[in-house]
């Protein structure tokens, strides 16, 4: 069974740009969350989508969305890029939620 | 504020010895814990998980050890091999299950 994966994997924007990262959970998982993982900050959960429909969400600011498709892959957005949203974002999926999560290797946002 | 954290940032291992990686939390009604391992690039591995009505949980060359009364469980992996390099976090499913909350990390350094 194929794991997550992420595009793309490396990206480079300038601040005031947007951002969009894709995932694609392991086939039958129907719940995808997606984690900012910076050196200062650790790993971070941003928001969780199960059945097209936020569960979960994080302290995040609004500039940070989602959305999830009927296939269960999901998207994220970024808007108004800051320095700060540099980072490694990880997607994650599982079952249903409340079992372990496996994580795809990350798209590495880098803003200048 | 609820936390699941880690006593020591960088552990080092001579190859061939046992390692023992601490996470410490602070929710009593915890009832769940996964360990994770992060190579270099990549996205956080699923290494094993524990449930609160478990004290102990045996893997491949893995072991974790949960111990209710003081809050605390520990990862600890046997033979450590140049292959176990990495960061290991602890972590706790929150929120329905599937908000994950992350121990800050230890590095694990293997000398050969």
């Known amino acids: 069974k194929a794991g997550v994966t992420q595009t793309p994997r490396y990206l480079i924007k300038t601040r005031g740009q947007q951002v969009t990262l894709s995932c694609s959970p392991i086939s039958g998982h129907r719940s995808v969350s997606w984690y900012q993982q910076t050196p200062g900050q650790g790993l971070q959960f941003l928001f969780e989508?199960?059945?097209?429909?936020?569960?979960n969400k994080g302290n995040f600011p609004g500039r940070f969305s989602g959305r999830q498709f009927s296939n269960s892959r999901s998207e994220m957005n970024v808007s108004t890029l800051e320095l700060g949203d540099s980072a490694l974002y990880l997607c994650?999926?599982?079952?249903?939620?409340?079992?372990?999560?496996?994580f795809g290797p990350g798209t590495r946002l880098t803003v200048l | 504020g609820e936390s699941v954290g880690l006593h020591l940032p960088t552990l080092s291992v001579q190859e061939g010895d046992n390692s023992i990686i601490n996470c410490a939390y602070s929710?009593?009604?915890?009832?769940?814990f996964i360990w994770y391992k992060q190579e270099s690039g990549k996205g956080p591995q699923f290494i094993i998980d524990i449930r609160s009505n478990m004290d102990k949980r045996q893997g491949q060359r893995v072991t974790v050890l949960l111990n209710k009364t003081v809050k605390h469980l520990s990862l600890q992996i046997a033979a450590t091999q140049p292959g176990d390099s990495a960061v290991y976090f602890c972590?706790?499913?929150?929120?329905?299950?599937?908000?994950?909350?992350f121990g800050g990390g230890t590095r694990v350094l293997v000398k050969p």
């Open positions: 929710n009593s009604a915890s009832d769940y």
């Open positions: 989508y199960f059945s097209e429909t936020q569960r």
């Open positions: 972590a706790e499913p929150k929120a329905a299950g599937n908000k994950l909350t």
């Open positions: 994650a999926s599982s079952l249903t939620g409340g079992e372990v999560q496996f």
